[in-house]
């Protein structure tokens, strides 16, 4: 239950989604992590394995800019199905973040004050927006293939993607439908 209850606790940087695949034979996360490994790894993904002391049982890196952290757990049935969840929490790297606040810092450099350097600072301004455009797409590609891939890695084990109850969204509380 400790596993389950770590996968509640979001930052600020941090997205989180959330795949449920239901299996009538039993199949689950023993079966669902090595197959769902070497599909990543045969589209040039790195992954790494938990060693037993890791809040997620694969890190993932699709590219320069995103990081994903998959934490998996599987429910068994009495009748012999599973359900199993899986967490996905995608998180930009390092690089990522230092170039976008490298970003904010020449922006706030060009219009705290013109000087001798101004061209400079707004070449450097304009290279850095262009890049975290460029980022913010790698990233939207690198979460789309990594939610595809776990999708293909159930339906190879025989799963079926469940979807998820729609949630209301805010301010639907307590209104009539």
Known sequence: MK??????????????????LWHEQGAGREELL????????EKGCRVLRDDGWRGYDLRIRCGR????????VTEYREDGATLTR??????????????????GAVLGA????????ESMLLTM???????????????????????RTIERAGSAIGASVISL??????????KGV
Do not use: C
């Open 110 to 117: 060009v219009t705290v004050g013109w000087g001798p350097v």
């Open 86 to 103: 899986v967490r996905i929490t995608a998180r930009p790297t390092q690089l990522a973040v230092a170039l976008a606040a490298g970003g």
């Open 125 to 147: 301004g304009v290279w850095v927006i262009a890049s975290v455009a460029a980022m913010l797409a790698e990233m939207l590609r690198a979460r789309g293939l990594v939610k």
């Open 165 to 174: 109850p729609e949630q209301p969204g805010p301010g639907a509380a307590g």
């Open 34 to 41: 090595p197959l769902l490994e070497k599909l990543l790894l």
């Open 65 to 72: 800019w995103l990081l994903s952290d998959l934490l998996t």
């Open 3 to 20: 596993r389950w209850n770590r996968m509640k606790r979001v930052g600020l940087s941090q997205r989180r989604d959330l795949l449920q």
